[in-house]
């Protein structure tokens, strides 16, 4: 029987079933938002967005007496903005291949470099979350060193269920040896055998080599708050979640200071349990969201900073406001960098898949979609080298839904 000759339809429709097989961080983050973009029968764009409304808080009145409290909800804006493909080749005989064939040459390895591409940008996003436990440095070779991420889940009341590690190689081998010195056959045998841990402290656990690294800022000097009462109200910072801190004390420098992404303390400003507000054993930390230099002799910088100090109400983040000349300790050693292992809800970060447009003017166009992933196939004729080219397509964003539930991870000294 002749072979049938490959469409753009019947490409894109393997292609997106690859793209699901291969992706690993993307299956572990939540997906409802593409439900939000309105049914575009044509297609999105680059840089379509929704707006996302941000769950209200409360706190718990004492009594019988009623006592009306505000409704305040942010909203936050979801953006489908990265648009990522690969381009190749086919020739007719190409064409003429069973689709079995074909997708092991070539549209295999053109899926997997996409959706390493997803999980990189998902993993990207680890520059919004201000939680960081461990030691930076240290690799996790313990089972006690990987519990201070569930831990710290735990202290700030983060969902029991659906938590999801990843860690870098290192980490994940590290891990996994220390699994199996275990006597339990269960966890031994898949550890010592295969290298798989499965589940740990009530957390899917994932390896990849797409783990990022972060450099932190020079961060030299000694640096301090500089003036009191810097907090702010929730609504003011309801939509962005962040604020301006001033700081000084730092070494002059204008190559970074600080870089996105770093992540810092400030002496007596504690962090408080969300639901009860009240406050835990240890320090409130804040993540740099913007690159920040320090150009005068005595180092004076403004940082943005999330979260937001807000020291009172349903949305307390803070036990007190830092005081002036209050000492700031950056995690990590200036100009040193870490891989960026993380411990996290689903609902932390979002993937955002949406259909592409189907360009005027295109003859053949094949797009697929399944389980929330969409896949564009478009072939073309070059009529200069006499060649037909394709071209793959996806479109997509990532967004930190929720920084409090996700926590970096070191190991421990």
Same mark, same amino acid.
């Given at each position: ?201 009530? @957390?899917?656990?994932? *390896? ?7 450099? $932190? !800022?020079?961060? =030299?000097?000694?640096? /301090? ?126 993937? @955002?898949?949406?259909? *592409? ?7 053949? $166009? !094949?797009?697929? =979609?399944?389980?929330? /992933? ?40």
């Amino acid at each position: 029987m002749a072979n049938t000759t490959l469409t753009a339809d019947i490409i894109a429709k393997e292609a997106v079933l690859i793209l699901d097989n291969e992706l690993i961080m993307g299956k572990k983050v939540f997906r409802g938002y593409e439900k939000e973009f309105d049914k575009n029968i044509n297609g999105y764009k680059v840089g379509a967005s929704v707006s996302v409304r941000k769950p209200a808080d409360f706190t718990v009145r004492d009594g019988a007496t009623a006592s009306s409290q505000d409704v305040v909800e942010g909203k936050t804006t979801v953006s489908v903005d990265n648009q990522k493909g690969i381009d190749f080749e086919f020739t007719s005989q190409d064409l003429t291949l069973k689709i079995e064939d074909l997708s092991e040459r070539v549209i295999k390895p053109a899926m997997v470099q996409l959706a390493n591409q997803v999980d990189v940008d998902l993993m990207a996003e680890y520059a919004n979350i201000h939680s960081w436990v461990g030691t930076p440095g240290q690799t996790i070779d313990a089972f006690a060193d990987f519990a201070k991420g569930p831990e710290r889940a735990d202290e700030l009341a983060n969902p029991q269920d659906g938590r999801c590690g990843v860690l870098s190689p290192a980490d994940h081998w590290g891990i996994v040896g220390s699994q199996t010195q275990l006597y339990t056959d269960t966890i031994t045998k898949p550890a010592y055998r295969k290298g798989q841990t499965g589940m740990l402290g009530n @957390t899917d656990l994932y *390896m990849s080599q797409n783990v990022p690294t972060h450099t $932190v !800022g020079v961060a =030299t000097g000694t640096p /301090l708050v500089n003036g009191a009462s810097q907090n702010v109200t929730y609504d003011s910072v309801k939509d962005t979640g962040q604020q301006s801190l001033i700081t000084d004390g730092w070494t002059n420098s204008t190559t970074g200071i600080l870089k996105a992404g770093d992540v810092f303390t400030i002496a007596g400003v504690y962090a408080v349990n969300p639901v009860t507000k009240a406050t835990l054993p240890f320090l409130r930390q804040f993540v740099v969201k913007a690159d920040a230099d320090s150009g005068a002799s005595t180092g004076p910088a403004t940082l943005t900073i999330s979260p937001a100090i807000i020291t009172s109400g349903a949305q307390q983040t803070c036990s007190a406001a830092p005081a002036d000349n209050a000492a700031i300790t950056v995690i990590g050693t200036g100009g040193t960098g870490y891989r960026q292992n993380m411990v996290f809800c689903k609902n932390a970060f979002s993937l @955002t898949m949406v259909p *592409m447009i189907s360009p005027p003017g295109a003859v053949e $166009v !094949g797009r697929r =979609t399944y389980k929330g /992933l969409s896949v564009r196939v478009i072939p073309y004729y070059d009529g200069t080298n006499d060649v037909n080219k394709w071209r793959l397509d996806i479109l997509y964003g990532t967004d930190t839904v929720d920084a409090r539930l996700a926590h970096r991870l070191s190991g421990t000294a």
